[in-house]
């Protein structure tokens, strides 16, 4: 049985930085949050398949 990811794991996989996105745009962050609490990893990327790379884009995680 698959362990429950939670969203900070998820933005952790898409190589998103949690607290950039978090502080720059809090209403998105939280939109999103609540979406991913409600379906599963793969619903919730089809629902936001064309706003993930540019959320990326913006918010990449300093390597």
């Known amino acids: ?6 969203f900070e794991v998820y933005l952790l996989d898409k190589k998103i930085d949690r ?3 978090q502080e720059a745009e ?3 962050f939280k939109e999103w ?3 991913f609490q409600k379906v ?3 619903s919730f990327t089809m629902q936001k398949k064309f ?3 540019p ?3 913006k918010y ?3 390597l």
Do not use: G
């Not at 049985?1 to 939670?6: P, S």
């Open 1 to 6: 049985m698959d362990t429950e990811m939670t």
């Open 19 to 21: 607290q950039k996105f």
């Open 26 to 28: 809090p209403e998105r």
């Open 33 to 35: 949050e609540s979406v």
């Open 40 to 42: 599963s990893p793969d």
């Open 51 to 53: 706003l993930i790379n």
């Open 55 to 57: 959320i990326r884009r």
């Open 60 to 62: 990449l995680i300093d």
